[in-house]
């Protein structure tokens, strides 16, 4: 027998002998890459009889269903305790041999009792009763490769993982290629150790490129480097769904031995929910693109296109080659040395940024994949609501509470049929305003879920009076006596983070240690964040709607209260959204502003906390559609360091066109930084003038929509749907479903007519442009100011009088 301790990579489901258990990959920390298996989990669900306990129990152990594989039967039947919605109930444990019996016996016992955590996947289940933490450190005692006990070891140390970012360049005639038929031309590879191209036939001078005599060579070799360099962690960006399939693809009709997996197995591709997940035997496999997408759905990143070029650019400062994609295969077929040693370039490019970036967010994903016990390779694609759902799965074992089923699709519909009240919204008239402090409470949702302890297992407790429960502004009763699931794990979340927060404070910014602990922290936000979403995501197994209900309910009663209590004080309120406060200050109020919040936190909950974000010497409210209202969160503010926070405005949003932002962002800049509306007007002419004359570049002119249906589908013919249409008329693939950018130009009579897909566009539309982008854009301020558009446009003055300005 052997020991060792070692990080825990990956976990999989495998069978011996009729019996289910895990293979798991682990790394050493000395750096050896090894693999073992453990068979010591039996697969199981729980039944909770609705008859005698011990007739049921007798029925289940007799159990045998007949299939074309012989007789299934249980295992072992055995009596459990567990908790459930605060009581101790009686249940038969049902233990199989084979993690497939467990749906097959399900149907069975269905009959005679409700069912509990039979849809937990086994692997699953195996790291929660296990309690290993993924990417953390295990101690294993092993008899060869087989398990004989493991357990996880407290540590802040992460795996050193040998990483290799992987793109590829693929012939595409038709636009959008097609595996069957279009060879991948080139494999682009950035690693720790090793970086270049690979490719085929033809003639390079570039000094980073390997050419091979046949495609089939090529795809063999690309293999044989991960084997070679002892890869652990394969990065791509969008990989799951294109690269490494496209590659499996091209390998299984040219016959050539592709084996990307560190156990010599194929990439695996396959569907989870809405996406396609490409596993990777033994290395793992991280996609950056699902993280990007995650990040940036939550607000922790804003980037207005997912694309590997513009994330790379606005998280990282890079910069890529531009090529253009749609000539690559004419490049391929005509193009000279030169040209094809800039193609080899630009593919070694999108290894490196696609490196770069998994880099950059890998330490989050470690510690994200620590804290919720989930594998990076699905830590690293799952949404907000399977992270606490994996952290509550691990809760609930350690409570020995029995975790609730997956919703029905029947009560998925209800759900999402009946949505709850929002949060309250004060809107101020639009504006410029000077001297604004902006309060919000700290976590606020979350402070609310702990302190009145909403969960659904403590909704409409019987143990508690109405004077002793905690009851909600609209009547809903939660105990007071035993923590919930979610409160308590919450809290517990709330609490590490405000640790690490504490601790970071007496660390250097730049040191390791610091790093660490940010990415740690960085988690914890995230997944406190995610809490009450969770609470109200209609397919989370904690569902609660009064739980939802109350928290907003709460919110909007404290809120309210704390307007009141800044009128009262003698300040404007300006705005209040969800769990902020604008208050207009006279000069030099600033400590007026202090002893206001802290008469407000001297009687709130203890979980609860009114803070400062900042003071604001000016502020921008904008109209909604030319209304005297200000629009909820679409505002602008700077404050004493200079700093612009910006919230709402259309530069954020990838449905207008760069031209269009970028002249809406200056407007901003000049507003509130030098407070010269002459001059913000005068810069809006000039773009104007710029556009009429032709000389703004046909980038700054394409306009990005998302395709939500089949575009046979739309009754209208919108432009982006035209300019698709006409498209594929010209031979141009483009999928459904998929991301557009088109330009109008002057080619047609109506809108319609005139767009046209980025990559076809030879010039724009000025007057469009002008009338349907910037003008837009810019009103959204310039006419809560007075301005209207023939105003600008004929050099004419404001409509109204600006105040101090």
Known sequence: MGKLKAFILEADHTLRSGQSGVRLFVKTQRGKSLRFYDFSLEPYFFVKPRGDLDKTKAQAEKLSVYSQHGAIKPKRVEEAEKNWRGKKVRLLKILCFKANDVPVLREELRSVGELFEHDIPYTRRYLVDKRITPTGLA????????????????????????????????????????????????????????????????????????????????????????????????????????????????????????????????????????????????????????????????????????????????????KKLDVKKLDIWKTWDEGTTKELDFLAEYCLNDAVACLRLANHFLHLQLELSKLVGLPLVEVSRATASQLVESLLLRRAFERNELVPNKPSSEEIRGREENPIQGAFVKTPPAGVYENIAVLDFKSLYPSIIISHNIDVTTVGCDCCSEKEAFVSPQGHKFCAKRKGIIPETLGFVLDERFKLKSEMKKLSKDSAEYKALDARQWGLKILANSFYGYLLYARSRWYSRKGGEATTAWARQYIHETIAKAENAGFRVLYADTDSLFLEYPKGGEEKINAFKKSVNDVLPERMELELEDFYPRGVFVAKKQESRGAKKKYALINKEGKIKIRGFELVRRDWSRIARHTQREVLEILLKEGSLGKAVELVRKTIADLKAGSVPLEDCVIYTQLRKKVGSYEIQSPEVAAVIHARKSGLKIPENSVVGYVITRDGRSISEKARVAEQAENYDADYYVNNQVLPAVLKLLGALGFDEESIKTKGSQTSLLGSW
Do not use: W
């Open 139 to 318: 101690q294993i005692e092993a008899n060869g490769l087989l398990i004989e006990n493991i357990s996880s070891i407290a540590s802040e140390k992460n795996p050193s993982l040998r990483k290799m970012a992987v793109d590829i360049e693929t012939y595409n005639p038709s636009g959008i290629p097609d595996a069957l038929r279009d060879p991948c031309l080139m494999v682009g590879f950035a690693g720790d150790s090793a970086d270049g191209v690979f490719s085929y036939s033809k003639k390079f001078s570039f000094d980073k490129v390997k050419a091979f005599k046949t495609e089939k060579e090529m795809l063999e070799a690309i293999c044989g480097l991960l084997r070679e360099q002892q890869t652990d962690l394969v990065c791509t960006y969008n990989g799951d769904v294109f690269d490494l399939p496209y590659m499996q693809a091209r390998a299984k009709k040219l016959g050539a031995d592709f084996r990307m997996g560190r156990d010599d197995s194929a990439v695996r591709s396959k569907r989870q929910g809405l996406r396609v997940v490409s596993r990777l035997g033994g290395r793992l496999h991280y996609d950056v693109f699902p993280v990007v997408s995650f990040l940036n759905f939550i607000g922790t990143i804003r980037v207005p296109r997912l694309t590997l070029e513009k994330v790379y650019e606005e998280i990282l400062g890079g």
